[in-house]
């Protein structure tokens, strides 16, 4: 989940477990047509282009999510606890829904692998302009060594961030 800017990113990270980092996102209108955008550390990571149909009017939606909330222990060998499974739940009311055929193209780097995954089939994209009133809480603890690998697969890739050498 890429963020604009710290305050969401930490607030999803902190408060709910969500997988955020920070990337800039654009979204272009040309009536029905729309084009999306992604970019982090200056590499366009994702492209979106979609035809929309027309909005299909407002709806009411409530949708639930899953997400792990952990800490890191300093040098990143283990936890400093269990980690927390943790369920949100977003009650949405959506203004303007519109949806449509779309490509997509993804892209990578050694700290956000998009270029790895497969897409095997493309469905409609959907644009929605909404409010919404999300609620978070507590479902279960869980296994902290098990985690630690998924724990490292959320963060930059650590060894291509070392840049200093140290003496032979």
Excluded at 13 to 40: A, C, F, Q, V
Excluded at 63 to 70: I, Q, S, T
């Amino acid at each position: 989940m890429f963020m604009d800017s710290d305050v969401p990113m930490l607030f999803g990270r902190e408060l709910y477990g969500e997988p955020k980092k920070i990337g800039t996102s654009s979204l272009w209108r040309n009536d029905g047509h729309m084009t999306g955008t992604l970019d982090r550390h200056g590499r366009r990571l994702i492209e979106l282009e979609a035809d929309l149909g027309e909005d299909r009017g407002p709806t009411t939606v409530l949708g639930r999510n899953f997400n792990v909330k952990y800490e890191l222990a300093p040098d990143a060998s283990t936890l400093t606890g269990p980690p927390t499974l943790m369920v949100a739940e977003f009650a949405q009311r959506t203004s303007v829904r519109r949806k449509g055929p779309a490509t997509l193209r993804l892209t990578g780097t050694v700290h956000d692998p998009l270029h790895e995954l497969e897409v095997l089939e493309l469905r409609d994209a959907v644009y929605v302009e909404t409010g919404m009133k999300a609620t978070c809480s507590p479902v279960a603890r869980m296994d902290a060594d098990a985690f630690l690998p998924l724990a490292l697969g959320r963060s930059d890739f650590w060894p291509a961030l070392a840049t200093a050498r140290l003496p032979a």
